[in-house]
Every structure is written in C-alpha cells, then in structure tokens.
C-alpha cells in the first residue's frame, strides 16, 4: 500500500461527453499544445493494456514517465498506473453536467494522479522538496495546463475561448 499524495485538475467543455472520452482514449494528439510535452509513445489501441511513454521537459529538468491503462468505462473514465518508479495511479474521468445556456453540451473533464512521495527519488528534483517544488511549479502547471486545455477546446469545440481550470493537492475531491 502506498503513501498517497495527490493533484486533482479538471474543466469543462462543450462537447459531447464521447467526443471528450474519444480524445482522451487518443492521448498521443496532446503534444500538439504544449512546448513541454515533448513526446507521447503509444504502445496499443488506448484500451486496457495500452503502454505509454510521456517525455516532458521543463528549464533543467527531463523526465519520461511510463504509463499503463489498467482500466475503462467508456465513456466516462479512463483508469492507468505507471509502470516504473515513481509509484503513481490516475484516471481521466469526464462527465457530463448541465450545459449553459447557449450551448448544447458540457462535459467535465478532470485529471486525478496520486503518487507516492517515498517513490518520488527517480525523478530529478534538482535538489528541492516536493512542497517546495510544488509551490514553485504550480504557476506554471496552471498556465501550461490552461494552454493545453485551450488548444484541446479549440480542437474540440471548433473555436477559441478562456478556460478555467481547477487544481488542487491533496487527498481526492470528490
């Protein structure tokens, strides 16, 4: 059993809850948002079983995360693990809610990964503490996820507009 620690991450969109689960289900299209997201290697169909290599880089620091779906529930939640150290577990979760008026649709999409802090010695920290590099990082986590999840708004939605993004550490919100 691990010691968990955790970030949530989620927003909304105004499409269909499948289109969302489609795109998800299709991770590797991600790098297109983002100059940190540097590569995703797939190895599989997006179902259980898939293999990924995430290769991320940011100032110093470089970092390939591999990653395995252990689970679906199409369309509402996408369930992975990583399958080297440090000791991590997730899901993709998208549900639908009640769309604003003007729009058609709204589904939520939200990012959960708990990871074990004792299992964090793989990744090169630079020399700084989780919480420190925490607090550090989470400006630039919110700016960078808020331009991915644009550019995922505007693949999606067919058009530009602000996002809000909610981040929060800790044990899971439910």
Do not use: C, N
């Not at 995360?65 to 998208?94: C, E, L, M, N």
């Not at 003007?102 to 020399?127: E, Y």
Request: no cysteine.
């Amino acid at each position: 059993r691990m010691s968990v620690d955790g970030i949530d991450a989620s927003t909304l969109l105004y499409v269909p809850q499948e289109t969302v689960y489609d795109f998800v289900h299709e991770f590797s299209g991600a790098t297109d948002h983002s100059p940190h997201l540097d590569e995703v290697r797939q190895y599989g169909d997006g179902d259980v079983g898939t293999d990924y290599e995430i290769e991320v880089s940011w100032w110093r620091l470089s970092y390939v995360s591999h990653t395995r779906v252990t689970d679906t529930d199409r369309p509402r939640r996408i369930d992975w693990r990583t399958t080297q150290a440090p000791k991590a577990r997730g899901y993709w979760g998208i549900k639908p809610e009640t769309p604003p008026a003007g729009r058609d649709h709204a589904t939520r999409l939200r990012l959960r990964l708990q990871f074990d802090p004792d299992t964090l010695g793989s990744v090169p920290l630079g020399g700084w503490t989780l919480d420190r590099l925490f607090d550090r990082l989470r400006p630039l986590v919110v700016r960078e996820s808020e331009r991915i999840v644009e550019g995922v708004v505007r693949d999606l939605e067919g058009e530009s507009r602000a996002v809000e993004l909610d981040i929060h550490r800790g044990p899971e919100q439910v």
